[in-house]
T-cell receptor, first 116, second 114 residues
Framework: AQTVTQSQPEMSVQEAETVTLSCTYDTSESNYYLFWYKQPPSRQMILVIR??????QNATENRFSVNFQKAAKSFSLKISDSQLGDTAMYFCAFMLPQGGSEKLVFGKGTKLTVNP | DTGVSQNPRHKITKRGQNVTFRCDPI?????LYWYRQTLGQGPEFLTYFQNEAQLEKSRLLSDRFSAERPKGSFSTLEIQRTEQGDSAMYLC????????????FGEGSRLTVL
């Protein structure tokens, strides 16, 4: 079974600074997808960024980028120029491709607070 | 609003009662998921549908839980004989069902069992 581990329950960062959230996962599969989802307080979860395991290039979305280390099974999220609106729970998640169990498996999350 | 809609948003019930939650996915989406999230935890998978077919159920989904998606559109999640341990946020999500595709989540239905 696939598992996702987020070792930082809470983090804080000053506005405009950079912060990195950690995620490790365990799987015996070679092809899969990794995600970071954001859940603002009392709001629905939204996708931040997505990475396909067979792509070596790290995904980027504006101020958000990942450091994907396949051999180490590590998938960290870097948020640059942090903004107050980035305050949220961040969940790392894993999904197998079609033909596998096509559900998201989530980590326990990291609560990020951006301070003014 | 064309997002995923969940009703009711909050349900308070007494132990032993039955409750039903409804999820209306984004209309073009053929995949529908149910997750459960307790305070301070990540969402835990319960079940998912491809159109009207229920493709996978978690072991978390005891025989008191049942989910349906009768016409491949909206879905219901029923919990019979509720227990205090059922208190949680129940999240619904939908997707196009593409490989590694994005899931779009609703705002959730919060269940409180007294």
């Amino acid at each position: 079974a696939q598992t996702v581990t987020q070792s930082q329950p809470e983090m804080s960062v000053q506005e405009a600074e950079t912060v990195t959230l950690s995620c490790t996962y365990d799987t015996s599969e070679s092809n899969y997808y990794l995600f970071w989802y954001k859940q603002p307080p009392s709001r629905q979860m939204i996708l931040v960024i997505r990475q396909e395991a067979y792509k070596q290039q790290n995904a980027t979305e504006n101020r958000f980028s990942v450091n994907f280390q396949k051999a180490a099974k590590s998938f960290s999220l870097k948020i640059s120029d942090s903004q107050l609106g980035d305050t949220a729970m961040y969940f790392c998640a894993f999904m197998l491709p079609q033909g596998g169990s096509e559900k998201l498996v989530f980590g326990k999350g990291t609560k990020l607070t951006v301070n003014p | 609003d064309t997002g995923v809609s969940q009703n009711p948003r909050h349900k308070i019930t007494k132990r032993g009662q039955n409750v039903t939650f409804r999820c209306d996915p984004i209309s073009e989406h053929n995949r529908l998921y149910w997750y459960r999230q307790t305070l301070g935890q990540g969402p835990e998978f319960l079940t998912y549908f491809q159109n009207e077919a229920q493709l996978e159920k978690s072991r978390l989904l005891s025989d008191r839980f049942s989910a349906e998606r009768p016409k491949g559109s909206f879905s219901t999640l029923e919990i019979q004989r509720t227990e205090q341990g059922d208190s949680a946020m129940y999240l619904c999500a939908s997707s196009f069902g593409l490989a590694g595709g994005e899931l779009f989540f609703g705002e959730g239905s919060r269940l409180t069992v007294l």
